[in-house]
């Protein structure tokens, strides 16, 4: 039987860099926020020839942006390295 989805989750932030990615994923669990990683392949064209890069997307429970918003907050994240979906 196939699972109904209730829309819990919400679209928080994505990245293209691995240690970003660590640095949010142990933010959140120090916090106890619950969240969900995909990982993307975007393939980009560069000077004639095509360029991969991975892309990871956070979703997080709907319930529990505000405390994803002040776990990130105390993290020194560059805003160029992340970006916030909320």
């Known amino acids: 039987m196939a699972e ?3 829309g819990r989750e919400t679209a928080f932030a994505e990245t293209f860099d691995e240690a970003v990615k660590k640095r949010i994923e142990k933010a959140f669990l120090k916090q106890g926020i619950s969240y969900l990683i995909k990982v993307d392949k975007v393939r980009e064209m560069k000077k004639g020839h095509f360029e ?5 997307s956070f979703q997080i429970n709907r319930l529990q942006t505000e405390e994803a918003k002040a776990a990130l907050a105390t993290q020194d ?3 160029d390295s992340v970006h916030y979906l909320i």
Do not use: D, P, T, V
């Open 77 to 79: 994240l560059g805003e």
């Open 52 to 56: 991969s890069r991975i892309k990871y």
């Open 4 to 6: 109904k989805r209730q």
